[in-house]
């Protein structure tokens, strides 16, 4: 079965640090650029971070740059989101998509994101003391 898995959600005291993970399976994640995205209770869906498959290169949405990182481990299959300090405005849904054609992840940073190959269902992250 093709799909993306998001894991490593959960409940983080304000200042504190998750890593997400974004697993694929029944297909070679390595040729895909992937990207991050959230959407809070309320909010629009928001692209925070990608990794392009061509030269590892990354992107940060403002909100989230300085204190987020993404990698890829291409043995794993798996893309990383490490998230430091965070904070209450961090909370969110947070999906993983992948899709093969590098134009397309950029563009999904900006809004257009319904046309990227692959979907995770997400994982909560909830930041709160």
Do not use: H
């Not at 959407?39 to 971070?49: F, L």
């Not at 940060?60 to 490490?82: C, E, H, M, P, W």
């Amino acid at each position: 079965q093709v799909q993306l898995v998001e894991s490593g959600g959960g409940l983080v005291q304000p200042g504190g640090s998750l890593r997400l993970s974004c697993a694929a399976s029944g297909f070679t994640l390595a040729p895909y650029s992937v990207g991050w995205f959230r959407q809070a209770p309320g909010k629009e869906r928001e692209g925070i971070s990608y990794i392009s498959s061509v030269d590892d290169s990354t992107y940060y949405s403002d909100s989230v740059k300085g204190r987020f990182t993404i990698s890829r481990d291409n043995a794993k299959n798996t893309v990383y989101l490490q998230m430091n300090s965070l904070s209450p405005e961090d909370t969110a849904i947070y999906y993983c998509a992948a899709d093969i054609n590098f134009v397309k992840t950029v563009a999904s940073m900006a809004g257009d994101y319904s046309d990227m190959e692959y979907w995770g269902k997400g994982t909560l992250v909830t930041v709160s003391s």
